[in-house]
């Protein structure tokens, strides 16, 4: 279901708002929304090493993006 969503998300910024790039960040203990994004064709751009303190740990805050032309040529591909 979360897939799905991006996948609406994604299509309205691309073809409706005509943006070039949707950007997103996340801390890295939530792999399922990495992995989830990963799918949806979400590059990993980058980390803020040790960011975000929670429960007694630090965590990586970790930056992704799409482009539109990435975007474009996965749809071609499903």
Same mark, same amino acid.
Do not use: P
């Given at each position: 279901? @979360?897939?799905?969503? #991006? !996948?609406?998300?994604?299509?309205?910024?691309?073809? $409706? /708002? *005509?943006? *070039?790039?949707?950007?997103? *960040? /996340? !801390? %890295?203990?939530?792999?399922?929304?990495? *992995? &989830?994004? $990963?799918? &949806? @064709?979400? #590059?990993? %751009? @980058?980390?803020?090493? $040790? !960011?975000?303190? +929670?429960?007694?740990?630090?965590?990586?805050? #970790?930056? +992704?993006? #799409? =482009? $539109?032309?990435?975007? /474009?040529?996965?749809? =071609?591909?499903?």
């Amino acid at each position: 279901m @979360g897939s799905e969503a #991006i !996948h609406f998300l994604q299509d309205y910024v691309f073809r $409706k /708002l *005509n943006l *070039n790039r949707l950007q997103l *960040n /996340l !801390h %890295e203990y939530n792999l399922r929304a990495y *992995n &989830c994004y $990963k799918k &949806c @064709g979400f #590059i990993e %751009e @980058g980390r803020l090493r $040790k !960011h975000f303190f +929670m429960n007694g740990q630090y965590w990586d805050t #970790i930056w +992704m993006s #799409i =482009l $539109k032309d990435e975007y /474009l040529q996965l749809q =071609l591909n499903d």
